[in-house]
Nanobody
């Protein structure tokens, strides 16, 4: 059973930065494309960005140029560096594989507010 533990969220002012982490267990991490998603209350979960098994990254247009995904296969961890944060980035962030596993982690809340 695959498990994901997201961390690193918090409260930050507009224009600020945060670095999220997602530790995965129960799978051969290095073989999977890892994806960050986010979800606002009452809305569908949306794609933020992903990193392939060969560390090729792609991003949603809404975060391109501001967010950077990286991975450390030795630590079974994927990161999301978020810069120039905007109030509309205020949501819960999750990670999963692509295609996603059945079970999701608890996510980590990011709040961008002055």
């Amino acid at each position: 059973q695959v498990q994901f533990v997201e961390s690193g969220g918090g409260l930050v002012q507009p224009g600020g930065s945060l670095r999220l982490s997602c530790a995965a267990s129960g799978t051969i991490f290095r073989l999977y494309t890892m994806v960050w998603y986010r979800q606002a209350p009452g809305k569908q979960r949306e794609f933020v960005g992903g990193t392939s098994a060969t560390a090729i990254a792609n991003y949603a247009d809404s975060v391109k140029g501001r967010f950077t995904i990286s991975r450390d296969n030795a630590k079974n961890t994927v990161y999301l560096q978020m810069n120039s944060l905007k109030p509309e980035d205020t949501v819960v962030y999750y990670c999963n594989t692509s295609p996603p596993q059945t079970d999701w982690g608890q996510g980590t809340q990011v709040t961008v507010s002055s």
